[in-house]
DNA sequence: TCCTATTAACTAACTGGTTAATTATAACTG
DNA sequence: CAGTTATAATTAACCAGTTAGTTAATAGGA
């Protein structure tokens, strides 16, 4: 059947996905309604039509965004087999998301460095689910004497920040390489093989138990 | 003596403060010269006098708060004594200064998540200067044999991204405790804590040999 | 006097948001 | 099923407020 000549919810994914983009590309003061309208085709009219106000569609964007990932990460998680994996599972589809949707990292990024200045509530509270997520893994793994002294708040932000920040910085990391060809910048590095790095690294920091001399037996 | 009715030096550090200031606060695009105008008690034609246009300033600041804090870590770190000790300083110098300036790591990590889209030139070179150091502290460590399977970037930006991050949501932590009390945010975490918690981890993460299975001599 | 610092007033461009009119479509009706 | 109607989707034109940047005039100090 051909697409037919008015179509809301396509009309309404079309602003979603292309507001998206902008807003993680240029940022939420930059990006202007009818920028996001040309973008997709649409009247600029609409956009207030569907979401009543910029903020509105902001909102819209960032919660379709987060549940989005949080719903993968559950869902690839929903294994259960020991914390080790399900912590893997975590970074690894996170990571793998984030790798797929550039837009999302830099849109939470830029959120937080607000400290959620204009953060609705029900954003807020996708962001508190993924945090809730990882931290119900981390004090699992803690109570059956795999991790130890594990502060969940800092490991958060230490594997979501490290991949949302690498994410991001893809294209200035090349061209940083481009400049200055003796610096490396990891910009060869593929999501697999950063998340496997990170992985690896949080694993030993959590597994190792005295932190000022580690032992064996 | 008393301040004299003109002082362009003084002028102009009052914009380039007053500026940084709502930059982390606001944005760059929120952020208007008129604002920065009024909260110095400066005309506004003065900001376009001294730095010809907003993207001037906003240079400006970002350069002169990096040269800052990358001054800061210098200072503290020309000891070397053990690429240990050097990194504890790093780690530990870093934090301290986003503390106390806490529209540093709002400002760098906004920019970072625009993957540079307006990043000036001069400011590109500051960011890099920060990583080539801690890169060196890093490769020397390993090269003594003390650190293990180093990516200098990965390990950047875990450390820098997690510092960060922290300061700039300390009050969206304060207030998510308060709307969630069983929700453990770290928010009561002062700085100190949170470096010495940091370094600890990195410190292990970095030392323990084998990754897969740890084994001692 | 001459140069630098400072100001108030101004403008041209832009932005979020509104509105009244228009079109497509589905539902109803006889 | 043709024709009517109600309503949801869409549009173009517009508005009021804001903003970066300019300019011409002025005041202070060496």
Chains 1, 2 share one sequence.
Do not use: W
């Not at 550039?102 to 939470?108: C, F, G, S, T």
């Amino acid at each position: 059947m051909a697409k037919p000549t008015r179509d809301a919810e396509a009309t309404k994914a079309s602003i979603i996905q292309n507001a998206m983009m902008l807003f993680a590309k240029n940022g939420y003061e930059a990006t202007t309604a009818e920028e996001i309208a040309k973008e997709c085709n649409v009247n600029k009219a609409m956009i207030f039509y569907y979401y009543k106000n910029k903020a509105g569609l902001y909102s819209a964007v960032m919660s379709h965004a987060l549940d989005a990932i949080h719903e993968e990460v559950i869902e690839s998680e929903k294994c259960c087999v020991s914390p080790l994996a399900d912590l893997e599972a975590f970074i690894k589809t996170y990571a793998k998301y984030c790798d797929e949707h550039p837009y999302l990292p830099a849109l939470i990024l830029r959120e937080l460095s607000d400290s959620g200045a204009h953060l609705p509530e029900m954003m807020f509270e996708s962001l508190r689910k993924l945090f809730t997520l990882l931290s119900s893994i981390l004090k699992e793994g803690e109570s059956q004497g795999i991790f130890h002294n594990v502060i969940p708040m800092i490991i958060h932000f230490m594997i979501v920040g490290t991949i949302n920040l690498l994410v991001t910085t893809k294209p200035l990391r090349a061209n940083a390489v481009a400049l200055n060809a003796d610096l490396d910048t990891c910009s060869d590095c593929d999501i697999d093989e950063i998340s496997d790095y990170i992985f690896t690294k949080i694993k030993l920091m959590l597994e190792v138990k005295n932190e000022k001399n580690p032992t064996c037996a």
